[in-house]
């Protein structure tokens, strides 16, 4: 006897819970009132926890694909657009020590790489600078794109700052009037079990019981379902990543016509980093650290200084991050996403892109049956094995590159037994030739491109060593492509507008819809 899969049962709302149900119910829409169904249970009393707000450039097709107008995304998130990552201090610690990792591929990247040619040429310029016009357009205050330019399309690359706060209830909306997922309100008093070991379904105090065939554990930290009742162990990366940490601040701007970085701002700190990000109407700004060297009342003095006056009055929210994630993803008819699945530091910004991906996964290859489902958890966990693994990697390599002495969690960060295995590998590798798209990069689970790790490795001041006579073969194409960014980056400079007036005309007049 066939068992099918047609009820889907997200417990758990958020953005975890409301992304997954919108990428799930737009994949299968026609199949929603023909015995398929996407429900939702949340529980009334639990808070979100509110520090996603930074994402990655897939967010953008995930919600045109969901059928979301991107206008009325930043009118109702209090959005803005990000267009990568400034890391200040972390190299030297000087004042003068930064570098960009935006999200522009280098120019002509499937054509030529230009790392060795830039490598070769000692000319002054930045890695970045040399190759991609964004760190300029960021420099300058501007928008990645003019209000001409229609929704989700890009004149550079982009994502997003959000109000996370905001961004989980416009989802909910959208999901519930447009996407036909069910929304139930309650707690989950108990789990009810299968002889098989699956979940038969969520025994809550206000709905009663709701069945399902499969269940999507959003819960959080709290992990209801894929801990609770499937009894996952956890594995910490704490012996990798050593922050452990976080206080919150929201700060306002100064006035409502105060400049707004178009990237997330990481500031190196002694025992950790500082996270600055700038949405419609305020900054949102966190210090993550590591509480094995430095306590939380010195953490905040850290926090408050870069903040300055700003910061009179204002609460810190301390948020406590467990490095790591599940050992198993989805098993039996249990799969988890979001907190649920594993958290790491918001270095990049990994948190809700991991949750796209695995939405996408489970929409895309919906079981059709149970008696296949285990193939495609097979399949997911290990696709999404390997991407934690590559995330805890690319983290690390932020600080395994620091030449920082002034401090034990600077020092402790490159003791070798801290690295994983793959990184040390590849650090070596890249010590020779570096890293490239057909190289290393070419799985289609990658999550960080090569170029990538080459705004970080060459931000940061690592040296590949460059034979002259190999570049012969390919210094033409090299010439045209920098040729072709310097004329790109005066273009765009000139061209775009400033991302505050871009904000406030996309507010008021909205976007070209697609």
Not at 97 to 108: I, T
Request: glycine share 8%; hydrophobic share 40%; proline share 4%.
């Amino acid at each position: 006897m066939v068992h099918p899969v047609r009820n889907i049962v997200i417990v758990g709302g958020g953005t975890a819970g409301w992304l997954t149900a919108g990428i799930i119910a737009a994949r299968h829409r026609t199949r929603i009132g023909q015995g398929f169904s996407v429900i939702l249970v949340e529980s009334p009393n639990t808070p979100i926890i509110g520090v996603g707000e930074g994402t990655w450039p897939t967010l953008r097709t995930t919600l045109s694909r969901m059928g979301v107008s991107e206008s009325d995304f930043f009118r109702e998130c209090d959005a803005a657009f990000k267009q990568g990552a400034r890391f200040d201090r972390w190299t030297t610690g000087a004042v003068d020590d930064g570098y960009y990792h935006p999200l522009m591929l280098p120019q002509n990247f499937g054509q030529v790489n230009l790392a060795p040619h830039w490598l070769a040429s000692n000319q002054g310029e930045s890695f970045c600078d040399s190759v991609s016009a964004q760190g300029r357009i960021c420099d300058e205050g501007l928008a990645p794109k003019t209000i001409a330019t229609a929704e989700y399309d890009a004149l550079a690359n982009y994502a997003y700052h959000l109000d996370a706060g905001k961004f989980a209830p416009f989802i909910q909306r959208h999901c519930c009037e447009t996407l036909g997922v069910r929304h139930v309100l309650a707690d989950v008093e108990q789990v009810l079990m299968h002889d098989n070991g699956d979940i038969r379904a969520i025994q809550t105090a206000q709905a009663g019981e709701i069945e399902g065939d499969l269940f999507v554990d959003c819960t959080g930290f709290k992990a209801l379902l894929i801990e609770g009742a499937m009894n996952v162990p956890f594995k910490d990366c704490n012996d990798v990543l050593f922050c452990d940490t976080a206080l919150a601040m929201q700060v306002p701007y100064e006035r409502p016509d105060s400049p707004m970085a178009s990237h997330t701002i990481s500031t190196a700190q002694t025992s950790g980093w500082i996270w600055d990000i700038g949405i419609q109407t305020r900054r949102g700004v966190g210090h993550v650290f590591s509480s094995s060297h430095i306590s939380d009342e010195e953490a905040e003095r850290e926090l408050r200084a870069y903040i300055g006056p700003a910061a009179d009055g204002l609460n810190a929210r301390k948020i406590k991050i467990r490095s790591g994630h599940r050992e198993t993803f989805w098993k039996g008819n249990c799969v988890a996403v979001g907190l649920a699945a594993g958290f790491l530091e918001p270095l990049e910004a990994s948190a809700i892109v991991l949750i796209e991906l695995s939405a996408k996964i489970i929409a895309e290859q919906m079981p059709a049956c149970r008696e296949v489902m285990d193939i495609i958890a097979s399949r997911f966990n290990a696709t999404t094995h390997y991407r934690w693994g590559r995330i805890i990697d690319f983290l690390k390599l932020h600080y395994v590159l620091t030449q920082r002495t002034d401090s034990d969690f600077w020092r402790d960060n490159v003791r070798d037994e801290t690295i994983p295995d793959r990184l040390k590998e590849l650090l070596l590798l890249w010590r020779y030739q570096s890293p490239w798209f057909h190289d290393e990069f070419d799985r289609a689970e990658e999550v960080f491109p090569a170029a990538s790790y080459q705004y970080v490795l060459y931000g940061m001041g690592y040296r590949t060593e460059v034979d002259p006579a190999s570049l012969s073969r390919d210094h033409r194409l090299a010439d045209r492509a920098r040729r072709e960014n310097a004329a790109l980056t005066d273009k765009l400079c000139a061209g775009l507008p400033r991302h505050r007036d871009l904000i406030n005309k996309i507010v008021a007049h909205g976007l070209p819809p697609v």
